[in-house]
């Protein structure tokens, strides 16, 4: 932005400026502001000549500012929403929409309804070069989550400069394709050539400033473009609920070709549009073998012509109060109008068109997300014509569309660009989320290739590829003009796989395992090279249905004869039960489990047909899939195949001789040929049946079936087992039911929630007869003790570490699937450690083995005490907590993500940043400002959805809180959950803490987040939670190490947490203490239903957290609130950080909460953290530039005085001395060395450090005085460790380390005087009145007490006692000082007062007695 500011002297800016810029906008100021609609405005390119300027000063009376907005260098950023300028623009619900759409379909589409509408003008089309082989390198640096984020940001902001130059220039922006963009000057014929040369003039531009760009990966890329002229048709099509648009004709075909000649840098002409060009102004060279040329130079036009062929373009007229704005597209600005939003909205893709309806902020919009991408390619014959054209995509449309909604599936876009017209699908966006997302694409992608292949003319192949992973889906492109799409190597993947496996449906690796499918369901297809793809895995084609798929349906879990099935002997108890009262009786039954998916109830069914065959049983046992679902008669088809025996059957005679075999007798020869499309025969067709119509041909075909589906359950003794029953058709339930109802057998069935199917089976168990028993039972979630004993048996130990069990225990919420997908995910980034244990086994003595052996472990009925035996720990320097969730958890969770509303989603996305339990202070701080004020009803409603659990309200009374009405789940059973009711007080809440009631659900909302995104959240949280990072007001309010914040200069700007709170920060005080009990009691205890396998964890933990030095220190006047605080604000901050990459202020915080942990004798948190701190400097590449030499000093004496605590004494000494050395004040390791230094120490002089300090700033006094407690801290614990000893020279290091520590002691109250002093006197001369009231002893006392209550305001530990020693109350000095140390307020500071005090007074025994209480 470029000001420049008139006078009375006119003096001018000397900078040079060889072209005028755009929208140059004059205001006339005087000596008041005059609002927008006063401003002298410019049309749109005008340049402000320096004449012009003059005239309209003149008009101004001397008094103008002329602001003039040029081109300068951005911070290139990735365009997730317009900017606070950009925005001010989007004035209606309309422009919002419009900024979806181009100029062209705004322009014509909405004045006439036909389909086809002829358009004259220039087409360029920009295709990225090394897009693909940029993806590959995100991916292969930051892993597929993280590198496609990257990849995302990239693009946009490289795409965002280009665009912006385009619609400077007029542009229109038709169509985006990944790394390609389609852009359209429309002009009329006889204008073409000056058109021509002002989108030459942009492409020159455009490749002069953007043409090539380096990449954080080290991959450059570059742009080529293609320019045509000439006519063209926008075509629209579709439904009455979806409509898509695109231009065709000879110059898209022309552009395309002119793009594919063109090399990274150029531009090329096509033929015809070099022959109806400017040519003279133009220096070209000519293509071997092609009449299109490519441009080499030009002649630069002056911005008079770029502005008069601008305003030549075809444009739809606007008002002059939209020009006067001078938006860079006029259609954002359009009024409201709902009948042209009604057609818009048909244009924007579904998943934008649900977050717009829901008022989602556009930068919201963007989104990480698993998904599966379906691309298919429709190539037509080349005379196809533009009516033939624009019916034959109508139809496909159409069809695409009734296929894909059952699955859920959208398409995103419709291109057409150099790979023919491709429709690119997508399954599993926001809102529309389905489980087996990849089978459903699958199944979509064979009916879409089989019903384009036949039922459309003139096609002559059609291509199919479905990719599945995780991509960017969200808004690209420029502020004023963007589009909802995906992005990711999977996208880029698919394309290419349809382009070089053509004429069948084509999946990569990740779609074959995602559907669960059987192999005989695909066929792996040969290895083919892809442009830019490195390592495309293996590929396959689906071919759907086959006779193996028919007749194989076995149960494919495995049962192990080594690993028992733990957890379910309740479910084994009664089937064995049923099953022999169905042996000895005859009574028969049906058993139906019901569980969530991965509640193990495949494992189960496999167990009990074991169990039936063991016992001597015929089990036909069969597994249903997703499949089946939509395939009539595909249960009952698969069911008697098995019964009857055809699957051993391969040829088509065998099965037609078995099953008259088996059937004869049951049903009539003449009704044998109604049998051939259910079993794959070839019965002659009967003359009864050839007769039959279509109505009596499915009558009889029902009574068919029907006999035989009894001759084959009822005629035999045996057992039915039915794995996945729900995916039972409609068709084969209609045929089942009532044979079930009426004959004796006994079948054991599994079932999911949420299907038709499964309420089928409920309503029949209601209704069941004697003669026909059906009992459903719902699969309980295993206990945390079979948990961790599953734990052990996958992984092969004999015991687990507690936090490994933890982990475990929490993400699981005991369902066994979600447990072997964590501890399969945990080995494969290869995150554990397994060791063998010995008893009597030697330890080495350093900070790694010490880690290890540290960690409390999970005690299981194999392990005993866990003493001994191979056992699996988190190795050291793996966080759990960063642990990305299990693709195959995440599909299924984000399942029951997408389940609820998108505002809902919203505030738990941002609820999921701030961690698993939340206050609503903090969640208010950093949801958007629009949907502020809905935040405790949507809150309210997530509680209600059994998503959140309330915790104790702090401003409402505790008494009130009653029991959760209604059924609730075992999470919402702790104590402290309520639900509340939607009335008018809880809406007005305005503080509170909640609680995830699934942590998995917690973690995939947060990977939902874009990384820009994620790290401004994560700097506001940790904003909001730096003015509680200090110690209770119990304890001083202090920081945990003494002095931290003064001693690292980049953590001073936080602001000083010493301030007075105000009432809303007091409530927020609250609220976190609330929730660090909450986060420390998940920690060390467990929820209700959880108790037995957590008491050895409750018992491990007890080994490691002692009683809290400052409990029972507050005379019962105020607990202290530390653990806490360590837990709600402290460690936060230090993951917030983290996450935001801020090294120096991650291990800052890490240091504070490990010395937390130790102020509450919790050694062992305080071990954990330091370790996370280890692993944090070790990843730091420049330390000195990071972290400060005090941290690192700090950091040793902290690991130090955690190895004392843990009894690794001789770790602890080494620790120590090194953190001495840090801190520059060496410790001698030789008895010679020790006298030497005991005699320096005698020598120092405490006048000269007196003198030194109160001749520095505050702040440097500050800063020393830290590093002299921390040197104090560290001399103390030396001289215990040495004392500890017994020997002499253990003795003489010990008094040697009492000397050095005095004389830091010494030196750390000469340079807390000088800032007490001060303070002190001025008190004094203020509250010496006091004491002149009364000389009575207890009066006095009475006054003095009331002084020091109003001097505990100047938040200064030893300040009270300063001022009671000035006005001569020695003895009341002494006891304000022996109160600062019974509250903690200090133990250096206080003892330091206390011996200034005892010095002045007579009486020597008196004062060796008081000196030895002190030293004690």
């Known amino acids: 932005m470029l000001v420049l500011l008139w006078g009375g002297s006119c003096k001018f800016s000397n900078r040079s400026l060889r072209e005028p810029p755009f929208g140059a906008v004059l205001r006339e100021v005087g000596w008041r502001w005059l609002p927008p609609s006063q401003w002298l405005s410019v049309k749109e390119g005008a340049w402000v000549t320096v004449a012009a300027a003059q005239q309209m000063m003149t008009q101004g009376g001397c008094h103008c500012q002329v602001i003039v907005t040029t081109p300068v260098p951005r911070v290139p950023r990735a365009l997730t929403m317009a900017s606070a300028g950009e925005r001010k623009y989007h004035y209606s619900d309309l422009g919002k929409a419009a900024a979806f759409l181009p100029s062209l379909l705004l322009q014509d589409s909405l004045r006439s309804n036909k389909p086809i509408h002829g358009v004259h003008g220039v087409l360029l089309f920009a295709d990225i070069s090394g897009f693909t082989a940029l993806t590959e390198k995100f991916i292969q640096r930051s892993g597929t989550d993280r590198g496609t984020d990257e990849l995302a940001q990239t693009l946009n902001c490289y795409l965002r400069d280009i665009l912006e130059e385009m619609l400077i220039f007029g542009g229109d922006i038709l169509k985006f394709a990944g790394d390609a963009v389609l852009v359209l000057w429309r002009a009329l014929p006889q204008e073409l050539a000056e058109t021509i040369s002002l989108v030459l003039q942009c492409s020159w531009r455009i490749q002069k400033k953007y043409g090539s760009r380096d990449t954080p990966v080290g991959q450059k890329v570059q742009l080529k473009i293609g320019i045509s002229a000439g006519p063209m048709n926008l075509m629209t099509v579709g439904d009455g609920r979806q409509q898509y648009f695109w231009v065709c004709g000879w110059a898209l075909g022309a552009v395309c070709e002119a793009e594919q000649l063109a090399n990274a840098g150029e531009v090329v002409l096509s033929a015809t549009t070099w022959e109806v060009c400017e040519q003279h102004q133009l220096r070209i060279k000519h293509l071997a073998g092609k009449r299109a040329v490519k441009v080499t130079g030009m002649d630069r036009m002056a911005w008079s012509e770029r502005q008069d062929a601008s305003h030549k373009l075809v444009r739809r007229p606007v008002s002059q109060r939209l020009e006067r704005e001078g938006a860079m597209r006029s259609a954002l600005l359009l009024p409201s109008d709902p009948s042209v939003e009604e057609v818009l909205r048909k244009y924007i893709p579904g998943a934008a068109l649900r977050k717009f309806d829901d008022r989602v902020p556009l930068d919201l919009f963007s989104e990480l997300r698993p998904v599966t991408i379906l691309f298919v390619q429709l190539h037509f014959a080349a005379d196809t014509g533009p009516a033939c054209l624009c019916t034959m995509l109508d139809n496909a449309i159409r069809m695409m569309l009734e296929i894909l909604c059952p699955h859920k599936g959208e398409i995103n876009k419709v291109l057409l660009f150099d790979k023919g017209c491709t429709f690119l699908c997508v399954f599993g966006l926001t809102g529309e989320k389905l489980p087996y997302k990849s089978l459903h694409a699958l199944q979509s992608a064979l009916q879409i290739f089989d019903s384009c292949s036949t039922m459309l003319k003139k096609i002559e192949a059609v291509s199919v590829a479905v990719t599945s992973g995780t991509v ?93 099935l733990l957890g379910r002997e309740k479910e084994v108890d009664l089937f064995v039960s049923c ?141 039915f087992v039915i794995d996945n029953a729900h995916f039972i058709d409609s068709a084969s339930w209609s045929i089942m039911s009532p044979v079930l109802r009426n004959v004796s057998l006994f079948m054991v069935v599994s079932l999911a929630p949420g299907y038709a199917r499964t309420e089928s089976f409920w309503k029949a168990a209601a209704g069941s007869t004697r003669s026909q028993k059906i009992t459903c039972l719902h699969l309980d979630k295993l206990k945390p003790s079979a948990v961790v004993q599953k734990a052990c048996q996958d992984l092969g130990v004999d015991t687990i570490s507690r936090d490994l069990a933890r982990f475990l225990i929490q993400r699981s919420s005991g369902i066994p699937y979600y447990c072997e997908e964590l501890l399969r995910c945990l080995r494969c980034n290869n995150m554990l450690l397994f060791r063998t244990r010995r008893h009597g086994e030697k330890v080495e003595d350093n900070w790694e083995s010490l880690i290890i052996e540290a960690s409390p472990l999970a005690a299981t009925s194999s392990s005993g005490a866990g003493n001994e035996g191979r056992v699996c720990f988190i ?159 119990s304890c001083s309010q202090g920081d945990f190490v003494a002095f931290h914040r003064f001693a690292v200069p980049s953590t001073q700007d936080g602001g000083s947490c010493q301030a007075p709170a105000d009432q809303d920060d007091s409530r927020s005080w609250e609220a976190l203490v609330l929730a660090g009990e909450e986060l420390k009691r998940d920690r060390t205890h467990a929820a209700e239903g959880m108790l037995v396998a957590w008491r050895f964890l409750a018992r491990s933990e007890q080994t490691t957290e002692l009683p809290s030095k400052t409990d029972g220190k507050h005379n019962g006047a105020r607990s202290c609130e530390c653990k806490a605080i360590v837990e709600s604000v402290l460690v936060p901050l230090a993951r917030h950080y983290t996450a935001m990459g801020d090294a120096a202020r991650a291990f800052y915080y890490l240091l504070e909460c490990a010395a937390a942990y130790l102020h509450v004798s919790n050694s062992y948190m305080a071990l954990v953290k330091l370790n996370e701190a280890e692993v944090l400097r070790n990843s730091v590449e420049e330390k000195a530039n990071v972290i400060a030499r005090f941290e690192e000093a700090t950091f040793f004496s902290l690991k130090g005085e955690v190895c004392c605590h843990l009894g690794r004494m001789k770790l602890a000494k080494k620790m120590i001395r090194e953190a001495l050395s840090l801190l520059k004040r060496q410790f001698p390791r030789t008895s010679v060395g020790a006298f030497v ?180």
């Open 472 to 564: 960017f889906c969200g808004v690209t492109g420029h502020p004023v003009r963007h589009e909802y799409t995906v992005i990711g190597q999977k996208v880029n993947l698919a394309a290419r796989m349809m382009v070089h496996y053509p004429g069948l449906v084509s999946c990569d690796a990740a779609t074959y395992a995602a559907s669960q499918l059987p192999p005989y369901y695909f066929k792996e297809l040969p290895e083919r090279k892809m442009k830019g793809l490195s390592h495309p895995g293996t590929v396959y084609q689906y071919v759907g249905i086959t006779e193996k798929s028919i007749f194989g349906m076995a149960l494919t879990k495995e049962r192990s004869e080594y690993v028992p």
């Open 579 to 719: 099953l022999k009262a169905y042996e000895d009786l005859g009574e028969g039954h049906i058993l139906a489990f019901e569980g969530t998916v991965g509640s193990g109830k495949s494992h189960l069914l496999t167990e009990l047909a074991y169990l039936g065959q063991a016992a001597g049983h015929r089990v036909v046992a069969v597994e249903l899939l997703e499949v089946n679902v939509r395939q009539s008669f595909s249960a009952i088809r698969t069911l008697m195949a098995r019964a009857l025996g055809l699957q051993d059957c391969e040829l088509c005679s065998d099965r037609q001789r078995m099953l008259q075999t088996k059937l004869r007798g049951t049903i009539e020869e003449s009704s044998y040929c109604l049998l051939n499309d259910i079993f794959l025969v070839e019965f002659p067709v009967s003359d009864e049946v050839r007769e039959m119509c279509e109505t009596q041909r499915k009558t009889e075909l029902h009574t068919t079936l029907a006999k035989v589906l009894e001759k084959t359950i009822g005629g035999e003794f045996g057992i």
């Open 875 to 1033: 190795r050291p320097d793996a966080n759990l907590e960063s642990a990305v969730l299990p693709a195959t958890l995440k599909e299924i969770v984000l399942a029951q993500l997408d389940r609820i509303k998108l505002l809902k989603q919203m505030v738990l996305k941002f609820a999921a940043v701030i961690g698993p339990v939340f206050t609503t202070q903090l969640l208010s701080h950093i949801l958007p400002a629009g949907i502020r004020h809905k935040m405790n009803c949507l809150l309210d409603m997530l509680v209600r959805d059994n998503i959140l659990k309330w915790l104790k309200n702090p401003e409402v009374p505790e008494d009130v809180q009653g029991p959760p009405k209604g059924p609730a789940t075992s999470l919402q059973a702790e104590s402290g959950v309520r639900r509340p009711s939607p009335s008018k007080k809880t809406v007005e809440r305005q503080s509170g803490v909640l609680a995830f009631c699934v942590l998995l659900l917690r973690e995939a909302a947060y990977e939902l987040w874009p990384k820009s995104q994620r790290v401004a959240l994560h700097r506001k949280c940790a904003a909001f939670l730096e003015r509680y990072a200090h110690k209770c007001k």
């Open 1237 to 1416: 230094e005991s005699q320096a120490e005698e020598l120092q002089c405490a006048a000269y450090v007196a003198r030194r300090a109160s001749s520095l700033p505050q702040e440097a006094r500050k800063k020393r005085l830290a590093w002299l407690l921390r040197q104090s801290c560290c001399l103390s614990l030396l001289e215990h460790l040495f004392s500890l000893e017994g020997t002499s020279s253990g003795r003489m290091f010990s008094r040697l380390a009492a000397r050095m520590k005095a004389n830091t002691d010494r030196a750390a109250d000469c340079y807390q005087a000088a800032d007490i002093a001060p303070k002190s006197a001025s008190a004094a001369k203020l509250y010496k009145p006091l004491w002149c009231i009364s000389s009575a002893a207890d009066t006095g006392e009475k006054w003095g007490d009331s002084a020091r209550r109003h001097l505990a305001d100047f938040k200064t530990v030893g300040i009270a006692t300063g001022v009671l020693a000035e006005m001569g109350r020695s003895s009341l000095a002494k006891c304000s000082s022996v109160r600062d140390l019974q509250n903690g307020r200090g133990f250096i500071q206080g003892a330091s007062s206390l011996q200034h005090l005892w010095a002045s007074m007579d009486g020597e025994g008196y004062k060796k007695s008081e000196a030895r209480q002190v030293q004690e």
